[in-house]
């Protein structure tokens, strides 16, 4: 069965410094979304992305924050200054057209220093 | 936006009893409620899910009841397994709007052999 993945799985950077996370959608999906997920806490919706364009963003998803499909399949959420408290699992997932079901990939859990 | 509220936060069962998680929420035009169960490190996978024109629905041992008048959808685990030991979310769309979605906090289960 076809499956989000994502690389890292984990990244520790420093604060202040780009991050780039990517993930691989399932192959015949057209959305795709970022979720974060603080240790111990729910998971937030970040942005969600159709047709080459953002379809919604959290308040969260500010100025630092960009997605991107560079290509037919990737899919990459950048953070371009990140804070202590962008600390967190960062999930990617997508859906098929005309589906309710969202597909969560394994997670890169971030970590700032 | 949405606010959806989850309970309990934790929840010990025997194994073999039944499991019931609440979940309320704010927006009554909200027409998609999915549940999502996730293992320790993994990543959150849908067990079930609900749209507001239905009111009940059964896959084995879960169901998922929803109340739109009240505002508040259930889990029901019955025949509950150790393998059911997990953290379980709800989520809410915002209206009708499929790419963004409001998470509870999250329960934890705890099944007792």
């Known amino acids: 069965e076809p499956e989000v993945t994502q690389t890292p799985s984990h990244q520790v950077t420093q604060m202040g410094q780009e991050v780039i996370l990517r993930c691989v959608p399932i192959?015949?999906?057209?959305?795709f979304y970022w979720y974060r997920q603080i240790l111990g806490q729910k998971v937030e919706f970040l942005v969600s992305?159709?047709?080459?364009?953002?379809?919604?963003k959290s308040e969260i998803f500010d100025d630092q924050f960009s997605v991107e499909r560079p290509d037919g399949s990737n899919f990459t959420l950048k953070i371009r200054s990140t804070k202590l408290e962008d600390s967190a699992m960062y999930f990617c997932a997508s859906r098929a057209s005309g589906r309710d079901t969202q597909y969560f990939g394994p997670g890169t859990r971030l970590t700032v220093l | 936006g949405e606010n959806v509220e989850q309970h309990p936060s934790t929840l010990s069962v025997q194994e073999g009893d039944s499991a019931v998680i609440k979940c309320t929420y704010s927006?009554?035009?909200?027409?998609?409620f999915p549940w999502y169960k996730q293992e320790l490190g993994k990543r959150p996978q849908l067990i079930i899910d609900?749209?507001?024109?239905?009111g009940e629905k059964k896959d084995q041992r879960i169901a998922v009841t929803l109340n739109k008048t009240a505002k508040h959808f259930s889990l029901h685990i019955t025949e509950t397994q150790p393998e059911d030991s997990a953290v379980y979310f709800c989520a809410a769309s915002e209206g009708y709007n499929f790419n963004k979605f409001y998470f509870g906090s999250g329960t934890k289960l705890n099944v007792k052999p």
């Open positions: 927006d009554s035009a909200s027409n998609y």
């Open positions: 609900i749209r507001s024109n239905v």
């Open positions: 992305f159709y047709n080459n364009e953002i379809s919604e």
């Open positions: 192959s015949n999906h057209l959305y």
